[in-house]
C-alpha cells in the first residue's frame, strides 16, 4: 500500500446530571484502583483497538509497567463516557474525545490526560461517478455519525478547508465509520469518511476515495485518553504507570520490525482480514498516527472545541488547563 444504547449521545450530555454523577464517582471512588498499579480501563470495540488490546497482552506491557489491568469494552460512546463519569472505570485510551468538552461546560469533572493519535486515519469514499471531490458534495448526502462525534466533525473540517458550504450537505447518522463505508458502497449515501483499511479495496467495492484525511488534516487530533478528576487525584501513579505501557505499545507497533507481532494479534482477536489489517499497519508506520510523546497542542484541543460550538453542541470554548493535565503522560514518557 502506498499510503505518504438506549440513550444517545447528545440526550447524554444535555441531561443535566453530569454534575451529580461526578459527585457520586467521587463519593465511591474509581472502579479498580484498591492498589497503586491497579487500573479499570474501558474502549469501545473496534477491531483495530481490540487488536492494540491483544498486542499488549501478548507482549506483557502491562506486567512491564507493573499494572494490573481490567479493560473492558463497550459497543458506543455514551456507555464509555457513562462508564468514566460514573466512576466504574478509570481511563479510557482509544476512545474519540470531542464529547469531553460539553460534558466538561456541564459540570463534569473529566480531563484529557494524553494524546492517542497525531492525526486521523480516514479517507472519504464515495461509489457516485460524478462525484470527484469533496466540493462535489453540495447538494448531496455524506454519512457520518452523530453531530458533534467524530465523523461528522472531520468532514466539517474537510468542508471548510476546501471551501465547501456547508449547508448545502445533507448529513445522514448512519453510525460507526464501517457502518458508513457500508452505506457508501452501496450508494445509500453519497459519499463518507471510512477507516484506511479498504483503501486498497476501492475497485473491490465499487469505490473511489475523494480525499485522503491523514494529509489534509494532519494535525486533526483523532484520539485521547481521559480520566475522571477524582481518578487523577487518588490514583495518578496507576494512570501513569497505565500511559507509559501504552506509549510503549505505540513505538511498538510503528516498527516495522513487529509486524508479525501486529498480524499475530489481530488472529487471535479473529479482527479484520489480514490484508485489511496489512493496510492498517502500513498506513501506522508510514505515517506518524500514533502520538508516541502522549501529548496534544493547545491549538488541536481549541479545534474540536470549535467545531463543538459550531454544531451546538458546547456554549464556547473552554481553557486548555480546564480539560486538559498533561504532566500524567509528560510523566509516563519520562518512564520509557
Not at 447528545?10 to 497503586?36: E, N
Not at 448512519?174 to 463518507?192: N, Q, W
Request: include cysteine; glycine fraction near 8%; charge should be neutral.
Amino acid at each position: 500500500m502506498v499510503l505518504t444504547t438506549p440513550l444517545s449521545r447528545r440526550s447524554l450530555l444535555k441531561a443535566g446530571g453530569l454534575a451529580g454523577l461526578a459527585t457520586v464517582a467521587a463519593a465511591c471512588g474509581a472502579a479498580g484502583s484498591s492498589s497503586p498499579g491497579s487500573v479499570s480501563i474501558i474502549n469501545t470495540s473496534s477491531n483495530d483497538t481490540l487488536v492494540l488490546q491483544q498486542l499488549m497482552k501478548d507482549q506483557k506491557l502491562y506486567e512491564a509497567f507493573q499494572v494490573t489491568a481490567d479493560v473492558q469494552n463497550v459497543s458506543d460512546g455514551t456507555r464509555l463516557m457513562g462508564s468514566i463519569i460514573q466512576g466504574r472505570s478509570d481511563l479510557a485510551v482509544f476512545s474519540g474525545f470531542s464529547q469531553i468538552f460539553p460534558a466538561v461546560a456541564r459540570g463534569g469533572k473529566l480531563k484529557i490526560i494524553g494524546g492517542v493519535s497525531a492525526g486521523p486515519d480516514y479517507a472519504v469514499f464515495s461509489a457516485k461517478p460524478d462525484i470527484r471531490s469533496l466540493k462535489d458534495l453540495e447538494g448531496r448526502s455524506v454519512g457520518t455519525g452523530a453531530i458533534g462525534a467524530l465523523l461528522h466533525e472531520i468532514m466539517l473540517a474537510l468542508f471548510d478547508k476546501n471551501g465547501v458550504d456547508a449547508s448545502k450537505v445533507k448529513f445522514v447518522n448512519v453510525g460507526s465509520s464501517t457502518d458508513v463505508f457500508r452505506a457508501v458502497s452501496a450508494g445509500t449515501v453519497d459519499a463518507g469518511p471510512a477507516l484506511v483499511t479498504y483503501f486498497d479495496k476501492q475497485d473491490q467495492y465499487g469505490v473511489h476515495s475523494i480525499s485522503q484525511v491523514w494529509k489534509e488534516l494532519p494535525q486533526f487530533a483523532q484520539q485521547a485518553a481521559f480520566a475522571s478528576q477524582d481518578t487523577i487525584d487518588n490514583h495518578r501513579e496507576a494512570l501513569v504507570r497505565t500511559l507509559a505501557a501504552h506509549a510503549k505499545v505505540f513505538r511498538f507497533v510503528s516498527d516495522p520490525a513487529n509486524t508479525a507481532a501486529y498480524l499475530a494479534a489481530n488472529t487471535a482477536v479473529k479482527g479484520a482480514p489480514q490484508d485489511e489489517a496489512t493496510t492498517l499497519l502500513q498506513f501506522y508506520q508510514q505515517n506518524p498516527f500514533f502520538r508516541q510523546d502522549l501529548v496534544f497542542t493547545e491549538e488541536q484541543v481549541t479545534q474540536i472545541q470549535e467545531l463543538n460550538v459550531r454544531t451546538g453542541v458546547q456554549p464556547s470554548v473552554l481553557p486548555f488547563d480546564q480539560v486538559c493535565d498533561l504532566s500524567l503522560a509528560k510523566e509516563a514518557v519520562s518512564r520509557l
